[in-house]
Structures are given as structure tokens and as C-alpha cells.
């Protein structure tokens, strides 16, 4: 069955200091991976996504994920985390042969320190 | 991206009372409807799947007489929680996309009290 995980339940980082986030995914087939950012009262924000091609995906916001199939993950990464940065982040697999349909991950709360 | 609208934001109701939930795309037409729920600090998950015209498929454990689905036309859908009770309290988001289109949109949400 296809599932996401996130391992890290909350994170906590300075100011300024780089973020990396964990995701791992169980999936049959090639698939299609996405990170949503959910901050409070708001609705859910793509940030990247990946169907294919070049394993290390831009976003927006300046986030990136990198794609390692031998792996089963999907980590998202930024270099230098500002304090609006804290919010929800959720990892997602796409289930293109059920009409499309999101799996999530538990998410991951990420606070920043001054 | 795409501009998804849900209404009421919020809304409290009594246990035994019926709460409708409506979810707009306001710029373009939503083929497919994706309805999930998300409880306090857990993940979103997926509660039906309806496609225009059609009845929704309800995923494994949710009630279909209790989460009623209306998706009649390409720009509004609404979830109807009947007969609400306090379990039922949770945050309600819709998941609009267009046939052949590889992204999801999502609504800001419904949090949805019941006392």
C-alpha cells in the first residue's frame, strides 16, 4: 500500500541556520511527490513537486527537494530558514491510478528561533 | 495558482444538527472534487472522491449517509454533515482539479465545532 512518512513530528531551528526535512515514501510505481506548507488559518501551499526528470526540484520560497529513488525519499531543504518559514509541512504522494488522490505525511511542525 | 473558496470559514453547531460546507473554484472548471479532514496535529485524509456529475466514492470508514457529497456543477461542490456529533469536530478542506491537470488546489479549509 502506498504510504508517506515524516519522522520528525516538530523541529526547531535558529534564525538564519539551514532546514532539512524527511520524507520517505512507499510506492510501486515512479512517483509523483509534493511538499504543501499549512500555516495556521490558511489553506494548503505547493511549495515544489517532482513527476520526473531532473532529481533535485526548485521551489518556491527558496526550497528545493531532492528525489532518491534507492532511498524511497523525498527531503526537503532550504539554506537558510527565515522565521516566517514556521508553519506545518506536509509531504504527499500523488495515486495517479485512483483518480489523482493525495497520500499524506504525519507533517511537520517547524518553529524558528530568533 | 488557483483560487478555491470555502464557506463558512468556521461554524459551531449543536450535536444532531446538519452543517453544509461549500467549496468554490473560482477560476477555472473543477472536474474532480477531493474532500479530506484533518484532526488537531495529524495529517489530512482523504474522505471522498467525487467527479461531476457523478456519485463520490467514499473512502474505507467513511460514512456516505453521514458525509453527503454534492458536486452538480464544474465550479461547486458541498459536503453536507448530517446528524453532527462531537467526533465529527475536525477541519474540512476541498481539493479541486481540472481533468488532465497534475497539480491540486486546496480550499483554506472549515473548521467545524460540534457541541
Known amino acids: 500500500a502506498q504510504s508517506v512518512t515524516q519522522p520528525d513530528i516538530h523541529i526547531t531551528v535558529s534564525e538564519g541556520a539551514s532546514l532539512e526535512l524527511r520524507c520517505n515514501y512507499s510506492y510501486g510505481a515512479t512517483p509523483y511527490l509534493f511538499w504543501y506548507v499549512q500555516s495556521p488559518g490558511q489553506g494548503l501551499q505547493l511549495l515544489l513537486k517532482?513527476?520526473?526528470?531532473?532529481?533535485l526540484v526548485q521551489g518556491i520560497k527558496g526550497f528545493e527537494a531532492e528525489f532518491k529513488r534507492s532511498q524511497s525519499s523525498f527531503n526537503l531543504r532550504k539554506p537558510s530558514v527565515h522565521w516566517s518559514d514556521a508553519a506545518e509541512y506536509f509531504c504527499?504522494?500523488?495515486?495517479?491510478?485512483?483518480?489523482?488522490?493525495?497520500?499524506f505525511g504525519q507533517g511537520t511542525e517547524l518553529s524558528v528561533k530568533p | 495558482g488557483a483560487v478555491v473558496s470555502q464557506h463558512p470559514s468556521r461554524v459551531i453547531c449543536k450535536s444532531g444538527t446538519s452543517v453544509k460546507i461549500e467549496c468554490r473554484s473560482l477560476?477555472?472548471?473543477?472536474?474532480?472534487m477531493f474532500w479530506y479532514r484533518q484532526f488537531p496535529k495529524q495529517s489530512l485524509m482523504l474522505m471522498a472522491t467525487?467527479?461531476?456529475?457523478?456519485?463520490?466514492?467514499?473512502e474505507q470508514g467513511v460514512e456516505k449517509d453521514k458525509f453527503l457529497i454534492n458536486h452538480a456543477s464544474l465550479t461547486l461542490s458541498t459536503l453536507t454533515v448530517t446528524s453532527a456529533h462531537p467526533e465529527d469536530s475536525s477541519f474540512y478542506i476541498c481539493?479541486?482539479?481540472?481533468?488532465?491537470?497534475?497539480?491540486?488546489?486546496f480550499g483554506p479549509g472549515t473548521r467545524l465545532t460540534v457541541t
Open positions: 467525487s467527479n461531476e456529475g457523478s456519485k463520490a466514492t467514499y
Open positions: 481539493s479541486p482539479t481540472s481533468q488532465g491537470e497534475d497539480e491540486q488546489y
Open positions: 504527499a504522494v500523488g495515486v495517479y491510478n485512483q483518480g489523482g488522490k493525495l497520500i
Open positions: 517532482y513527476f520526473s526528470g531532473d532529481t
Open positions: 477560476d477555472f472548471q473543477a472536474t474532480t
